[in-house]
């Protein structure tokens, strides 16, 4: 248990948040929420909701961690989370209790909700969504984006920490800043020339962003610092 408490507190620690203790959710609603379905809650994610199922900063800024009270079962998945717009939704096994850090499902919220595997392990999903939120969802106070050349994977791999990738999006950070890279579908920079590589980055401070920007060369574009 220690192993994922550590890694998910450190993750919002170096993303400027420090956890409180009304972050918590009590482990007494997990088990409620765990006997109301008839499952057992894998380690990974229970873990998660034990130092930050309350946190809301982070967790619902954007695709939405759901309440112990809000899960559901469907098609023997754990449902969790859901997109902002509720298009779709993401969920663990709930039937194969041995897996500590099981993977993660994406379900499309249609009918019947038709799922696919979508990460190995809950913890980096979960760990990459917080940095997600962070930049793309602007949680961290200073946000913005902006195209850069493939390249720029090279220098976040040498002097950034990486945190995981999901959906092919690899998710970094330093103290008090998040950056993901990703290729992006952006039809109007294709029609210049452009890269279809883009960063989301987000920083505690004006400071930290500008930084980000010097770094890898960048001319933010989206909404300002």
């Not at 950034?160 to 109007?188: E, H, S």
Request: net charge positive; proline share 4%.
């Amino acid at each position: 248990m220690a192993t994922f408490v550590r890694e998910y507190r450190r993750a919002f620690a170096t993303l400027g948040y420090e956890l409180k203790p009304r972050d918590r959710c009590a482990a007494s609603r997990i088990d409620a929420a765990a006997k109301r379905l008839g499952i057992r809650v894998p380690e990974a994610l229970r873990d998660y909701y034990l130092v930050a199922g309350c946190e809301r900063q982070f967790n619902r800024i954007y695709n939405r961690l759901l309440r112990p009270d809000e899960w559901f079962v469907d098609h023997c998945r754990l449902v969790f989370m859901e997109e902002n717009q509720a298009v779709v939704l993401w969920g663990v096994s709930a039937t194969d209790a041995r897996l500590k850090d099981p993977p993660v499902f994406q379900g499309v919220n249609d009918e019947p909700i038709r799922w696919h595997r979508e990460h190995d392990n809950c913890s980096v999903f979960l760990t990459v969504m917080l940095h997600w939120h962070g930049a793309y969802g602007a949680a961290m106070r200073f946000a913005n984006t902006a195209t850069v050349p493939r390249g720029a994977q090279k220098i976040l791999d040498r002097e950034w920490r990486f945190a995981g990738t999901v959906n092919k999006m690899r998710a970094y950070n330093r103290p008090g800043q998040a950056v993901c890279f990703l290729k992006w579908d952006d039809p109007i920079q294709q029609m210049k020339g452009g890269s279809p590589w883009r960063v989301f980055a987000g920083a505690s401070s004006k400071d930290g962003l500008e930084e980000i920007a010097s770094q890898l060369n960048l001319t933010w574009e989206a909404w300002g610092a």
